[in-house]
């Protein structure tokens, strides 16, 4: 039970070094810019989807482009440059560094959160898509008629 004391008491320095890894108010101030250009995008998406289908498909796309951007390439890449860069100050205390038949589980836990991050962020697109697809279907302006079935190729 001394890994528990050990991890209570780096606890705080850990959060310190992840605050300046971030850049402290000025990355706080970044990641919210986009988190509120993303839900700028959303909105006007939700907005104009009745008169301008073609112009809220593409906020939405810019919307999820920021999702993307920050979910499967700043989020895992920050992971594994805090993890490696803050080793001495993790490894033993916050995150094991071996376990009984992993002796590189520093490594393996680094790699698995990234895993993670990158299956919650699938995941979660792959249900966002699909509700909004139950949300929207697909229709036809109004007095807008269906195009001639072709029937596929022949």
């Known amino acids: 039970m001394e890994w528990l004391g050990d991890f209570f008491r780096a606890l705080p320095q850990a959060l310190q070094a992840l605050w300046r890894f971030g850049d402290g108010f000025y990355g706080l101030a970044v990641m919210l810019g986009y988190a509120g250009l993303a839900l700028l995008f959303v909105f006007l998406a939700l907005k104009l989807r009745p008169t301008r289908g073609w112009l809220s498909s593409i906020f939405g796309i810019m919307a ?26 993790l490894e033993g205390t916050v995150i094991p560094s071996a376990l009984p038949g ?33 949300r929207y279907p697909r229709a036809l302006v109004e007095g807008e008629e269906a195009g001639p079935r072709t029937g596929g190729y022949k």
């Open 64 to 89: 999820a482009t920021i999702g993307f951007f920050w979910g499967f390439g700043i989020l895992p890449s920050a992971w594994v440059y805090f993890a490696d860069g803050h080793r001495e100050l």
């Open 102 to 134: 992993a002796e590189n589980f520093y490594e393996v836990f680094r790699d698995s959160v990234v895993m993670v991050l990158t299956g919650l962020g699938v995941a979660g697109f792959c249900l966002a898509a699909l509700a909004i697809q139950r």
